[in-house]
């Protein structure tokens, strides 16, 4: 009777190669470990046993499962950038529109200070000409002033009539 099967006969139940087995015990030292104690050789062939076959058998279907979740995580994750990537273009555009009104804004409101200036400026003229105004208006109103009053000093009164009686009587007399 025979020991177990070959390396051979186990990747073809388990559908891999001969060379996949011999790598996964390989670059799995514990597997190769575990096996240790299931292997004969005979002839110069390799028979493993019924346990060392289903631990070969499981060590591949925990390998099988773990692609498959890695296959289903890079999915997942691939998803997950592509929705990311959308979002960041979307945010991209949304940044692009408000540097736009931003510099919008900012013509607008240098334009504004400009106008503001020009009209700081305009308002400055209009009072520096109205206290010009004011100050050459008080000059000729004073000069007027001085005017009447040298008038007044200058021009005394002529009587139009002879005084009555009782005009001199009670009127007082201009020293000379």
Same mark, same amino acid.
């Given at each position: 009777?025979?020991?177990?099967?070959?390396?051979?006969?186990?990747?073809?139940?388990?559908?891999?190669?001969?060379?996949?087995?011999?790598?996964?015990? @390989?670059?799995?030292?514990?597997?190769?470990?575990?096996?240790?104690?299931?292997?004969?050789?005979?002839?110069?062939?390799?028979?493993?046993?019924?346990?060392?076959?289903?631990?070969?058998?499981?060590?591949?279907?925990?390998?099988?499962?773990?692609?498959?979740?890695?296959?289903?995580?890079?999915?997942?994750?691939?998803?997950?950038?592509?929705?990311?990537?959308?979002?960041?273009?979307? @945010?991209?555009?949304?940044?692009?529109?408000?540097? @736009?009104?931003?510099?919008?804004?900012?013509?607008?409101?240098?334009?504004?200070?400009?106008?503001?200036?020009?009209?700081?400026?305009?308002?400055?003229?209009?009072?520096?000409?109205?206290?010009?105004?004011?100050?050459?208006?008080?000059?000729?109103?004073?000069?007027?002033?001085?005017?009447?009053?040298?008038?007044?000093?200058?021009?005394?009164?002529?009587?139009?009539? @002879?005084?009555?009686?009782?005009?001199?009587?009670?009127?007082?007399?201009?020293?000379?």
């Amino acid at each position: 009777m025979m020991p177990g099967k070959t390396y051979s006969e186990i990747a073809k139940e388990i559908g891999v190669s001969r060379q996949a087995i011999y790598q996964k015990i @390989k670059r799995s030292p514990e597997l190769s470990t575990r096996l240790q104690p299931f292997t004969v050789r005979v002839d110069n062939v390799v028979y493993i046993s019924e346990e060392g076959e289903s631990i070969l058998k499981t060590a591949f279907s925990d390998n099988v499962v773990n692609s498959g979740l890695q296959s289903f995580t890079v999915n997942s994750l691939q998803e997950t950038v592509n929705s990311l990537q959308v979002c960041l273009q979307e @945010k991209q555009a949304q940044i692009e529109d408000k540097d @736009k009104q931003i510099e919008l804004l900012t013509k607008q409101l240098e334009l504004k200070d400009k106008q503001i200036s020009d009209t700081t400026t305009a308002l400055l003229q209009a009072q520096q000409l109205h206290a010009a105004d004011r100050q050459k208006l008080l000059s000729i109103e004073e000069q007027q002033k001085q005017a009447q009053q040298e008038e007044q000093t200058i021009q005394e009164p002529e009587p139009d009539h @002879k005084p009555r009686f009782w005009e001199r009587l009670f009127t007082k007399r201009k020293k000379q």
